[in-house]
Nanobody
Framework: QVQLVESGGGLVQAGGSLRLSCASS????????MGWFRQAQGKEREFVAA????????YYSDSAKGRFTISRDNAKNTVYLQMNSLKPEDTAVYYC?????????????????WGQGTQVTVSS
């Protein structure tokens, strides 16, 4: 069983930065592809970024490209999302997720394990 725990959320002013972390308290994450999704109040969950098992390949939404960076440290069993140049529209609960099998990185239904989420609020 994979149990994911996100941290690093908080309140930041527009233009600021945050780094989210996602750690596993159970099995190692090194064999899983990992993704970050977000859900703003009243909206559907949307893809933000993903990374394959060894970090060789990364994928981003159009809104994240150029501002966010996903990375992983398999030795620390942790995945990160560095978020720069934050905007008020980035305000959401951010979730990390682990994907066991191949398939689309962009579709939330392809992910098998989810964390509880961490709130990110960007003030204008």
């Amino acid at each position: 069983q994979v149990q994911l725990v996100e941290s690093g959320g908080g309140l930041v002013q527009a233009g600021g930065s945050l780094r989210l972390s996602c750690a596993s308290s159970g099995r190692t994450l090194s064999t899983y592809s990992m993704g970050w999704f977000r859900q703003a109040q009243g909206k559907e969950r949307e893809f933000v970024a993903a990374i394959n098992w060894n970090g060789e390949f990364t994928y981003y939404s159009d809104s994240a490209k150029g501002r966010f960076t996903i990375s992983r440290d398999n030795a620390k069993n942790t995945v990160y999302l560095q978020m720069n140049s934050l905007k008020p529209e980035d305000t959401a609960v951010y979730y990390c997720a682990a994907k066991v099998y191949s398939g689309s990185y962009y579709y939330s239904g392809q992910y098998d394990y989810w964390g509880q989420g961490t709130q990110v609020t960007v003030s204008s």
